[in-house]
């Protein structure tokens, strides 16, 4: 506790010289393409992690704040055990390699072998537990006087730069900063989104846009390629990420163990008419400008394949 005007002075003196230290300093980098959690440095460690690619998949529940209005304390605590054990059950389940809480719910980082597919299914989970969730919240409590809940989930993607920060010599008081893209811009799709809504970055439908089994829905409701509508997320600012797509759908519950069990195999394919291929197409080229950052997008990735 800060007792005197000396000691404010005296703080606020070494803060000044921390950073200035710090800044002088070049910190040395390692690159890996799939570590582990473990391998993350720690607060006594000058050195940083870079991992080139990282799915980040944020889940964020709706009004979560006015979730325990009018009702006891336990039955707030009940809903938030339900909602946030939920979600991160899904992310444990399709094996990220890093998840992190944060009140009313979490992200889920994951890196490595078919990270974008296990990202996606583990998105596409959440989303239809939101569908449970608010079931049976309703079913307890009733839904009269209640606040409009459920997930809302984004997912993004990028390179990032970790390590442990904190107060030196007490883990207690040390946590991972994920410094780059991936975690703030699924944040922000999730922002963008409803509940029970779904918005991906435009680098992540990039890599699902030839997907059959993510871009076209079930037969069970007839084949389409409306699954996905686009969105400009606009929180991105003037980034190509922000030209995404959005979905309000779940996992059928006749189809979903079927498409999620072939998009974490790596299946791509599924018998599609050449006229829904068409339409899904023209809907990809809805607006030039998006067909453009497209471009922009894929450009770059071929590049640093050649580098």
């Known amino acids: 506790m800060i007792e005197q005007d000396q000691d404010l002075e005296d703080l606020l003196t070494e803060l000044g010289s921390d950073v200035g230290t710090t800044l002088a300093t070049s910190p040395p980098v390692t690159e890996a393409d799939d570590p582990n959690a473990e391998d993350i440095p720690g607060q006594g460690s000058a050195k940083w992690l870079k991992i080139p690619r990282v799915v980040a998949v944020v889940a964020d529940l709706k009004n979560s704040t ?10 707030t605590a009940r809903a938030y055990k339900a909602s946030v054990e939920g979600a991160v059950k899904v992310f444990n389940r399709f094996e990220a ?15 490595g072998d078919k990270a974008f597919e296990r990202a996606l299914c583990a998105g596409v ?29 984004g997912i993004a993607v990028g390179r990032v730069l970790v390590k442990n920060l904190g107060t030196p010599r007490n883990q207690e008081e040390q946590e991972a900063v994920w410094a780059g893209k991936p975690v ?41 390629p409306s699954l996905w509508s686009d969105i400009t997320i606009d929180r991105l600012g003037e980034d190509d990420e922000r030209f995404g797509r959005l979905t309000n759908s779940g996992w059928c519950t006749t189809c979903g163990p079927e498409f999620c069990s072939a998009i974490m195999a790596g299946n791509r394919k599924r018998d599609i008419p050449g006229n829904l291929r068409n339409d899904l197409q023209k809907t990809q080229m809805k607006e030039a400008i998006a067909a453009r950052a497209q471009q922009a997008r894929q450009n770059r990735a071929w590049l640093n394949t050649v580098r």
């Open 66 to 75: 006015a979730l325990g209005t009018g009702k006891h304390d336990t039955s």
């Open 97 to 111: 390699d890093f998840i992190d809480i944060q009140g009313d719910g979490g992200f889920g980082l994951f890196w």
């Open 125 to 153: 989970t959440v989303r239809t537990f939101s569908d449970t969730l608010v079931d049976k919240l309703e079913k307890k409590w009733g839904s009269a006087g209640g606040p409009e809940t459920g997930f809302k989930i």
């Open 184 to 224: 703030n811009y699924a944040t922000k799709c999730a922002q963008s989104a409803d509940r029970h809504q779904i918005v991906i970055a435009g680098s992540v439908w990039d890599h699902f846009q030839n997907n059959d089994y993510v871009a076209y829905s079930c037969p069970c409701t007839g084949i389409s």
